[in-house]
């Protein structure tokens, strides 16, 4: 490599999620050469002078650093392991920041396979939704080897907060604290649409109530976007609730191998599940509202 010349990152899943983190890359004038599945995603990259390769592996030939930001643990697995996967072409001290949200045990293994083939790899989750990837204010939550997320710090930082970069621990922890987060968000958001119900039932104006809210100690993010949105019934998604239903099965399966309850975990995997029976799988995840305010009698 030239000096002054910087060094090509790869990035392959350019769905809601991960077209904005690799737009904001080139933004900061990163060379970023990209894949997906659907090629009709690529481009949005290709018109901001983003290299488009033919598959993973050409990705990895191409790239010393590769982000992906995919669905699910398979998909994770056939990105980097399947015919023309990421680890046939892997270069030796690559490193693998995964982005997606999978369970903990699976980050681990891919973890320790991607290190067998001479490579790290980091289970680096994110918090902020589509406006954080948008707007470059992701929250990452790593976990793996502390010099080779030292290398991808100032990579994550144009996708993120710098000061929201958080070394969880060693692999998996990254996917552990995502659990966190998960279970957290779907309590809180359980209980703003509760709220708003009652408030709405009582006859006062839920704007206010959550005006209100938003000053004292019930404040929370939650509250504050996902709120608006149940108040004005926009439910356009920023995160599918089809996704959340697989959030929340990883939340369960890694409750459940750690030997904690999941009381409130339940709950809303449960309300989540009548949403997707509802018909609201393409709907926001805060549309688990709409199951409560249901069960609350209001239209």
């Not at 982005?99 to 973890?111: F, Q």
């Not at 010099?147 to 994550?156: C, E, M, W, Y």
């Not at 019930?218 to 959340?244: D, I, Q």
């Amino acid at each position: 490599m030239n000096s002054g010349e910087r060094e090509k990152i790869g990035f392959v899943g350019l769905g809601a999620m991960g077209r904005p983190m690799a737009l904001n890359l080139r933004k900061h004038g990163v060379p970023v050469v990209v894949h997906n599945r659907s090629h009709a995603a690529e481009r949005a990259l290709l018109d901001a002078g983003a290299s488009v390769a033919s598959s993973p592996a050409a990705v990895a030939a191409a790239c010393p650093v590769i982000v992906t930001m995919l669905p699910d643990a398979p998909d994770v697995e056939a990105v980097l392991d399947g015919p023309q996967g990421v680890w046939s072409a892997l270069q030796p001290g690559a490193v693998i920041v995964d982005s997606s949200t999978i369970a903990p045990a699976a980050a681990t293994r891919l973890a320790a396979e991607t290190a067998a083939r001479g490579g790290a790899y980091l289970d680096a989750p994110v918090s902020g939704g589509e406006i954080g990837a948008i707007e470059g204010t992701l929250t990452f939550m790593v976990g793996g080897d502390a010099a080779a997320v030292d290398r991808v710090r100032p990579l994550l930082a144009q996708m993120g907060r710098e000061d929201r970069i958080v070394h969880v621990g060693p692999s998996g922890a990254g996917q552990i604290c995502k659990a966190c987060n998960q279970l957290v968000i779907g309590g809180t958001m359980v209980a703003v649409a509760e709220a708003l119900a009652l408030a709405r039932k009582a006859g006062v104006d839920g704007g206010k109530v959550r005006q209100a809210l938003l000053g004292g100690f019930a404040a929370s993010r939650v509250l504050e976007v996902h709120g608006e949105r149940m108040l004005t019934g926009n439910y356009k998604p920023g995160f599918k609730a089809r996704l959340y239903k697989k959030d929340l099965r990883v939340v369960q399966e890694t409750m459940a191998a750690h030997g904690v309850p999941a009381l409130a975990t339940a709950l809303v995997q449960q309300l989540v599940h009548a949403q997707l029976a509802a018909g609201g799988g393409e709907d926001d995840y805060s549309g688990v509202a709409t199951v409560v305010f249901g069960l609350a009698g209001l239209d």
